[in-house]
């Protein structure tokens, strides 16, 4: 089937850069709107930012200025790009994409990532 993958996370000071990578990899006939969602301990998965296969962008008030969402729609995968990170962007961040799979019928779905976890220290 089909399966999202991330990677990146880790332990960073504030102020400091993360990379998020999440490929998308299996049975796939094309791929929509890919981005990345978080949930930060205690509260609500939220939206950090999306991305379309045309290169359209769409960032949380909190991500703009500060984070970059990217594709590479030839390896299936999007990246987060998160500079300045402040110890309020803890939490574990989760790859999400709309997927038309290519066995038939081709039914879309939305998948999730397991999800990776980015810590930020004061």
């Known amino acids: 089937q089909v399966q999202l993958v991330e990677s990146g996370g880790g332990l960073v000071q504030a102020g400091g850069s993360l990379r998020l990578s999440c490929a998308a990899s299996g049975s796939i006939f094309s791929i929509g709107v890919m981005g990345w969602y978080r949930q930060a301990p205690g509260k609500q998965r939220e939206l950090v930012a999306t991305a379309t296969s045309g290169d359209s962008t769409n960032y949380a008030g909190f991500a703009k200025g500060r984070f970059t969402i990217s594709r590479d729609n030839a390896k299936n995968t999007v990246y987060l790009q998160m500079n300045s990170l402040k110890p309020e962007d803890t939490g574990v961040y989760y790859c999400?994409?709309?997927?038309?799979?290519?066995?038939?019928?081709?039914?879309?779905?939305?998948?999730w990532g397991q999800g990776t976890r980015v810590t930020v220290s004061s």
């Open positions: 999400y994409a709309v997927i038309q799979g290519s066995n038939w019928p081709r039914y879309t779905n939305e998948y």
